[in-house]
């Protein structure tokens, strides 16, 4: 007789493996083992969140995806959406259709259309790059920027 727990407790195990190991700031945590043996193939996981914690244990940012194909230390994420921190308040979100995470590099790449938004402005883009330790997002094409009370944004001087 099969028990619910036998499809889904892998599931679960899968998905808390993800997340410890990709949550970055749990420093006293052992290695995690692979979530699937060398050569069975990429692991899916739906509905994904990778928290990364400050040394403090405050939030430091946040991966959230519909979905998550794991090969390795390679993540496939869809509906990726990035929120990053300072002193824990959210001051810059982020979104691409797709992109390639990877774990050991701790490296985000898309070439997806992108959009960004910080305080008053918002910037779309096609593809990007985004470096979780430095906290610097780099958009590759088509970069457009909106600002939202631009008055702040630029000095305004008088012509004499």
Do not use: H
């Amino acid at each position: 007789m099969k028990l619910w727990t036998d499809k889904w407790g892998a599931r679960f195990l899968a998905t808390g493996l993800l997340l410890a190991a990709l949550a970055g700031g749990a420093a006293a945590a052992p290695p995690l083992p692979e979530l699937a043996p060398p050569g069975s193939g990429p692991v899916e996981i739906q509905k994904v969140r990778f928290p990364d914690y400050n040394p403090d244990g405050s939030i430091k940012s946040e991966m959230f995806g519909d979905k998550a194909l794991v090969e390795g230390n390679i993540i496939t994420i869809s509906n990726l959406r990035v929120e990053m921190y300072e002193q824990g308040r959210l001051v810059t979100s982020f979104w691409a259709e797709t992109c390639r995470y990877d774990k050991a590099a701790g490296t985000l790449e898309s070439d997806s259309p992108v959009r960004v938004i910080r305080s008053g402005l918002i910037i779309t883009g096609d593809g990007m790059d985004w470096k979780k330790s430095e906290s610097v997002v780099v958009l590759r094409r088509n970069v457009r920027v909106l600002t939202i009370g631009g008055a702040g944004w630029f000095k305004v001087e008088k012509r004499k």
